[in-house]
Each structure stands twice: as structure tokens, then as C-alpha cells.
């Protein structure tokens, strides 16, 4: 009985931590831009350049890179166009 109460306890504890996390979410969502639209991968840019201290140059292609290992160099290749308009 005592473990199921500790249990309970535990679970009520984590639930209590979580509260808000859902809300820091959406206002994330918010915040950042629509894929496709270049907003994210300028940003990208910028945290790199400013973290890694490399060149503006560099960081594109590093996160051009970054953007074909994660979505294919199709898709990749469609949100850029789109993000030139």
C-alpha cells in the first residue's frame, strides 16, 4: 500500500513539473517562422555564425547541409526557391 502511495506521489510530482511546458510550446510555435520561408534557416545562419564563430558564407552551407540531411535534397531544394520569392 505504501508503494502504491509513493507511486502516486511520484506521478503527481512529475505531472506538477510538466504543467506549463505545453503553453512555453506554443508560444515557441509562434515565434518561429513558417518552413519554407527562410525565417529558420536565417536563423540558423545566425546561431551558428554567433556560436561557432564561423564565417556567413560557411554557416549557409552548413546549414544547408543540415536542412538536405534532414528533408532531402528535393524538398530541400523546393522551401529555398520558395524562400528566394
Not at 502504491?4 to 518561429?32: H, Y
Not at 519554407?36 to 564563430?53: D, M, N, P, T
Not at 544547408?64 to 540531411?69: D, I, P, T, Y
Amino acid at each position: 500500500m505504501d508503494s502504491i502511495r509513493a507511486l502516486i506521489e511520484e506521478v503527481e510530482g512529475i505531472i506538477a513539473a510538466t504543467e506549463g511546458v505545453s503553453e512555453e510550446a506554443e508560444e515557441l510555435d509562434e515565434k518561429m517562422a513558417k518552413l519554407g520561408s527562410g525565417g529558420r534557416f536565417k536563423a540558423l545562419v545566425k546561431s551558428i555564425q554567433s556560436r561557432e564563430g564561423y564565417s556567413k558564407e560557411r554557416a549557409s552551407k552548413i546549414a544547408a547541409a543540415a536542412g538536405r540531411a534532414k528533408w532531402g535534397a528535393k524538398r530541400m531544394a523546393k522551401m529555398s526557391a520558395a524562400g528566394r520569392k
